[in-house]
């Protein structure tokens, strides 16, 4: 945390480094700026320092001076400091990590969506999408089993319908980070991944392995409760149980093993297919989703993603 205190003649910046303890008050001398460090601070000792800002003085800095031709700091005076720097250093660093992403997104075009669920469940999506909270935030993932929906927004807050599986919900609901992942399936099948690295599923026994190998980029969920395919960070792949075998071909053919950026299926043999360089494919859909699919190319309409529901033309699409 920093803070700037107005202090006459010479203003102070307080900066605190929770993680270590340490404030260090920085002060203008000389046209430079200088740093005072304390180490180990309690909440007391933090109080004292902002009623009154340590000074600098030329006295001060030769005896300083003096002491350090006489003797050298100790290793762990030089590795506090050390520390403090690093830390500094990697907050200011997130911190503008954080700003150019929020740049970005505010040059990205804004996604539209396009959705066919039963009526109580589109009920539901029409409300958040349409609440001004909804409005406000952008859509950064979605997923829906046709009975439910949940949706993550890119500032870290989610929303879904009723009718979420149980144990996830429980999962978005007690965890203190924000879901970044989510994909679910039929059978109360899901896969959720958190901002701070944690990665919850539920589902057979044969997915923990495929989940432990490599990091996760998404995960499909098919039509038996064995059928699942995993899509990791670096474009490969992996599946098991079965596959719609329009997929199978695609994802076989023209060495598209390593370049994948996004798989999704639904419980009717559905299959919707991003690679890394924008391409998509898609499959096993009815004549009623295929005409949605052409009507989005046919008017210029960029699709992002495609998620299936379990019931037949339940979908959800984002585009821009």
């Known amino acids: 945390m920093s803070f700037l205190l107005a202090t006459e003649p010479n203003p102070a910046r307080i900066q605190i480094h929770c993680d270590t303890g340490t404030v260090i008050t920085l002060r203008i001398f000389d046209k430079l700026v200088r740093h005072i460090f304390k180490h180990k601070c309690a909440l007391r000792d933090v109080e004292n320092i902002f009623k009154n800002p340590p000074e600098l003085s030329v006295t001060k800095l030769d005896e300083l001076q003096e002491k350090g031709k006489r003797a050298s700091m100790s290793?762990?005076?030089?590795?506090?400091?050390?520390e403090t720097i690093l830390a500094a250093?990697?907050?200011?660093?997130?911190?503008?990590?954080?700003?150019?992403?929020?740049?970005?997104e505010d040059l990205m075009p804004e996604k539209e969506y396009a959705c066919s669920f039963p009526s109580c469940v589109m009920k539901e999506v029409d409300h958040i999408l349409q609440s001004p909270s909804g409005k406000k935030g952008r859509i950064a993932c979605a997923a829906t089993n046709?009975?439910?929906?949940?949706?993550?927004?890119?500032?870290?807050?989610?929303?879904?319908?009723?009718g979420i599986p149980r144990k996830l919900s429980r999962k978005l609901l007690q965890h203190?980070?924000?879901?970044t992942y989510l994909s679910m399936g039929s059978k109360e099948r899901?896969?959720?991944?958190?901002?701070?690295?944690?990665?919850?599923?539920d589902g057979p026994q044969s997915m923990d392995f495929f989940f432990l190998k490599k990091p996760v980029h998404c995960v499909a969920f098919g039509r038996a409760v064995n059928d699942f395919i995993v899509v990791y960070e670096d474009g490969s792949w992996k599946h098991f149980g079965n596959?719609?075998?329009?997929?199978?071909?695609?994802?076989?053919?023209?060495?598209?093993?390593?370049?994948?950026?996004?798989i999704t299926m639904g419980a009717n043999n559905e299959y919707f297919v991003k690679d890394k360089d924008?391409?998509?494919?898609?499959?096993?859909?009815?004549?009623?989703?295929?005409?949605?699919?052409?009507?989005?190319?046919?008017?210029?309409?960029?699709?992002?993603?495609?998620?299936?529901?379990?019931?037949?033309?339940?979908?959800f699409m984002m585009y821009t």
């Open 176 to 179: 203190k980070s924000s879901p």
């Open 75 to 82: 290793d762990g005076q030089m590795l506090d400091i050390g």
């Open 243 to 262: 596959m719609p075998s329009g997929l199978n071909k695609l994802l076989t053919e023209n060495g598209r093993a390593n370049n994948i950026d996004c």
């Open 146 to 162: 046709g009975n439910s929906a949940v949706f993550l927004y890119q500032h870290g807050h989610w929303k879904g319908t009723d």
């Open 89 to 104: 250093e990697s907050e200011a660093l997130k911190s503008h990590n954080h700003s150019i992403q929020k740049y970005r």
């Open 278 to 315: 924008g391409q998509l494919w898609w499959g096993g859909v009815s004549t009623m989703m295929d005409q949605v699919f052409n009507e989005m190319t046919e008017h210029g309409k960029e699709l992002q993603f495609v998620d299936f529901g379990c019931m037949e033309d339940s979908y």
């Open 190 to 201: 899901y896969y959720a991944s958190f901002e701070d690295g944690k990665k919850v599923w």
